[in-house]
């Protein structure tokens, strides 16, 4: 069973995704927050697995809740998916890059919303092709990138730097497997030991590093 907290200031939101996640027999909304600070409270008291999380909303925004829950080592199992009414929302490459295993937008078809649930609960990133191109875009429009490539990245093995060059790409491990000649649990392991020689702990957070370090160019 997979749970899910709704974390969203509009309730006819929340009572819209509610409906849609508690109609589907392995997925169930244990709790809804109207703010920030609210649901700081409610992941803390029911551990989900998965947060839909609106970027605005009042006393603390979804950016900052985003980061105090990746920085919580004891919300370690928790995956953060931004809710936003646009792609190109503003703080959609920030949130990527505290710790957020992708972005869903509010207007989404309700069998895309139960998807991405179950991609982000099983540790993959929900990153569209159109996502990853602007990401792309955005790292190489930066005027200062790293001019030497963090100690940490030379950590990786040759196969797992090949692997976090092909995830930057955007590949599920599906899509690894296949492009490597490997089985999906092989690209997995590759991946997550990546992830933790690198210090990240997610999928798009792991994007985010290996541009921003330069291992990756544009």
Known sequence: MISVVLADDQPLVRAGFGMILDNEDEIEVVG????????LEVISARRPDVVLMDIRMPKVDGLEATRRI????????VKVLILTTFELDEYVFEALHSGA?????KHTQPAELVRAVRVVAHGEALL???VTRRLIAEFASMPKRAETI???MWALTEREQEVVGLVALGMSNDELAAELDMSPATARTHVSRAMAKLGVRTRAQLVVRVY????VRP
Do not use: I, K, M
Not at 32 to 39: H, I, N, Q, T, W
Not at 212 to 215: A, D, I, L, N, R
């Open 101 to 105: 295993s992708g972005f869903l937008l």
């Open 128 to 130: 569209s092709p159109s």
């Open 32 to 39: 809804v927050a109207g703010d920030g600070a609210e649901v």
């Open 70 to 77: 990746v920085e919580d080592t004891e919300l370690s199992g």
């Open 150 to 152: 963090p100690q940490a």
């Open 212 to 215: 921003t370090s330069g291992f």
